[in-house]
């Protein structure tokens, strides 16, 4: 019967810290293209909200 020790378990980090990275780097890159949609959403909607005039009257029609 051993007693060797169980194997350790993965380090999060190797020596050039690219391994920590990579889950926050795949994060970052899957909420890009929302983050752009959603800008790009805010900007035509002030875009729309400042040029194209209001339809509707808000004064009584003159008789």
């Known amino acids: 019967m051993s007693s060797a020790a169980p194997p350790a378990p993965p380090r999060l980090s190797s020596s050039d810290g690219r391994t920590a990275d990579a889950g926050l780097l795949a ?3 899957f909420e890009l293209p929302f983050l752009a949609v959603g800008l790009v959403t ?3 909607a002030g875009i729309i909200f400042r040029y194209v005039p209001e339809t509707v009257s808000r004064t009584p029609l003159a008789d």
């Open 42 to 44: 805010l900007l035509a």
């Open 27 to 29: 994060v970052f890159f």
